[in-house]
Nanobody
């Protein structure tokens, strides 16, 4: 079992940057694909980015490509999301998630464990 705890959210002006972190418990973090999802008020949870456990292949939703970077440090059992050029539409609760699968990582149902989320608010 994996427990996930996000941190790094906050209030930022449009155009600014934030880095989210997700600390994972357990000794098998490196064997999980990891993802970031977000949920804005009144909207469904949506995929943001993912990174495979094997080759570290990364995937992004179109709206964040070129602005967000997902990475992982297996030695520290930590997942990151560097968010640059933030926009008001990035405002949401951001969740990290762990998957035992290494495919179809854009779908929430592929993930087995979820964190509690961290709020990101971008003011325009």
């Amino acid at each position: 079992q994996v427990q996930l705890v996000e941190s790094g959210g906050g209030l930022m002006q449009a155009g600014g940057s934030l880095r989210l972190s997700c600390a994972a418990s357990g000794r098998t973090f490196s064997r999980y694909a990891m993802g970031w999802f977000r949920q804005a008020p009144g909207k469904e949870r949506e995929f943001v980015a993912a990174i495979s456990w094997s080759l570290g292949t990364t995937y992004y939703t179109d709206s964040v490509k070129g602005r967000f970077t997902i990475s992982r440090n297996n030695a520290k059992n930590t997942l990151y999301l560097q968010m640059n050029s933030l926009r008001s539409e990035d405002t949401a609760v951001y969740y990290c998630a762990a998957s035992t699968s290494n495919s179809d990582l854009g779908f929430a149902f592929k993930y087995d464990y979820w964190g509690q989320g961290t709020q990101v608010t971008v003011s325009s």
